[in-house]
């Protein structure tokens, strides 16, 4: 009897700290959804010292860094996770944000086009925001055709995203086509009437067109 007992206990705890570790994996992203980053970086980095090579653990933890703005941490701890998968894509594109925001355009460039060459669009991905970066690297480099076609493809995907249409007007105004960016600085409006980037486009496209 006493070894049924003691059987069915070891069954019991067994079972309880695996809902746990899966407790414990589902409350980093939670904490990250809930704009709680500082606890899901907590969670992840404890979830990775038992499982190294669980990637799910290293995505969180690096969105989480970059979210909380610990953007050259965000960008050597995604080099850490591509040496245990380099193919990971989730991996890709966050390092991607992450030379963004550490001003490496460039190599930011280079892993956001390979992001959006290989992901599919899903609706649960991060394609339109880094179609959205990339425009915003086409305009630091004056390449406004290619930001207009990133943004395009950006808006396209998240289509209520008021900032991403005030970068697509600005695009569209640069390269002149006073019009098309009208159009563009009218929907951002239309989501964001207070938006200052479309209300001062919008007027210096109109000084062109009356």
Sequence with gaps: MKSITKKFTLILIFFFTLSMTFAEKADALKLYNEGKYKDAITVCEAEIAVSPNNMNSWVVLCWALVANRQYAEAELRSTEARRINNYDLRIIEVQAESKYYTGKYNEALVLFQRYVATVQENGNNRL?????????IYIKQEKYQHADIAFTTAVHIEELRDLWWGKLGYAREKTGDWKNAIAAYDKALQLNPYQQIAVDGKAR???HVN
Aim: glycine share 16%; net charge positive; charged share 25%.
């Design 128 to 136: 339109g925001r880094a179609y959205y970066f990339m425009g915003e």
């Design 205 to 207: 496209c109109k000084s």
